[in-house]
């Protein structure tokens, strides 16, 4: 794995991380859900409990990456009157007094209709650090991506097992901040099993990339995020979480903490243990 040391949150935690021979957990949130407030009070929640990159999505009426449960928040989020402007708002609020790196999750038309080149700036001054744009293919990126690397602000790359060499070897190419893996051809959703075949995929995705490489969609539990820390730098837990804020609405004592309670376990399962001969188990797939 390459560091490139920028200005950049993503950068410094994933160097900061990979000093510890640590993965680092990505945590997701729909923007909105409950409401603003709400997610603001759960961005400082999720970063004391060990979350270290947080995705904030932006609803959208048309998710089509998003099962049913993201799906539901986006019409809870929505139903509140976030959108793009207010979530960038919501940033310029929580960086008062949180530097944990933040990521925006949004569909390209949202972005579009704010304006391409109004979205780059007013996501680099708000305090975003990435953005991940799941519809936009690769090869279509290229007025958005130089727009946000002049403000400095990473475009998220994401690839699928579906992926061939050829595009995986154009991502390589890039400076992301990191590489969001999809584990499977499919949506978002909490699942009891991880996909067949993922730990191929991560690995031949690892042969040719050299920045961080996170994992997400199915992951819901402290068990399969362990399994997969051979294979990434980092794993992405979404609908598992979101999940809860369905569960608990606005009873907000208990909703933050069983938030805590679960990133907290899910963070220590990122962490390496000794092997008893120096290495580390998170290093070493055949002691998972």
Same mark, same amino acid.
């Given at each position: 794995m390459t560091i490139r040391l920028t200005n950049n949150r993503i950068d410094r935690k994933f160097a900061a991380l990979a000093e510890k021979?640590?993965?680092? $957990?990505?945590?997701?949130?729909?923007?909105?859900d409950p409401? $603003?407030? @709400?997610?603001?009070?759960?961005?400082?929640?999720?970063?004391?409990?060990?979350?270290?990159?947080?995705? $904030?999505?932006?609803?959208?009426?048309?998710?089509?990456?998003?099962?049913p449960a993201i799906q539901r928040a986006g019409q809870r989020a929505l139903a509140a009157g976030a959108n793009l402007a207010a979530i960038l708002n919501l940033v310029r609020q929580v960086r008062e007094d949180t530097d944990v790196p933040l990521v925006i999750m949004s569909y390209f038309n949202p972005v579009l209709q704010f304006g391409l080149q109004e979205f780059a700036a007013g996501a680099a001054e708000a305090g975003v650090d990435g953005v991940i744009l799941p519809d936009l293919p690769l090869e279509e990126s290229g007025r958005i991506l130089q727009l946000?690397?002049?403000?400095? @602000?990473?475009? @998220?790359?994401?690839l699928a097992p579906t992926s061939t060499d050829d595009k995986i070897n154009r991502v390589a190419q890039g400076n992301n901040g990191f590489v969001y893996c999809v584990s499977?051809?499919?949506?978002?959703?909490t699942r009891e099993n991880l996909p067949a075949g993922v730990e191929l995929f991560l690995q031949r995705v690892r042969r040719q990339i050299k920045q961080p490489v996170a994992v997400g969609f199915g992951i819901s539990n402290p068990q399969q995020a362990r399994k997969l820390t051979p294979y990434a730098d980092g794993v992405i837990v979404g609908s598992a979480i979101v999940n809860l804020i369905e569960k608990y609405g606005r009873e907000i004592s208990r909703l933050e903490a069983?938030?805590?309670?679960?990133?907290?376990?899910?963070?220590?399962?990122?962490?390496?243990?000794?092997?008893g001969d120096g290495s580390s188990i998170l290093a070493n797939p055949e002691a998972i």
């Open positions: 021979e640590e993965k680092a $957990l990505i945590t997701y949130v729909m923007a909105g409401d $603003l407030e @709400v997610t603001a009070a759960l961005i400082r929640t999720l970063a004391r409990s060990g979350a270290d990159l947080i995705e $904030l999505g932006a609803p959208f009426s048309d998710p089509l990456a998003d099962g946000l690397e002049d403000q400095a @602000v990473h475009l @998220v790359p994401l499977l051809t499919g949506v978002t959703g069983e938030i805590s309670q679960f990133v907290g376990t899910l963070k220590e399962s990122l962490k390496p243990e000794d092997n």
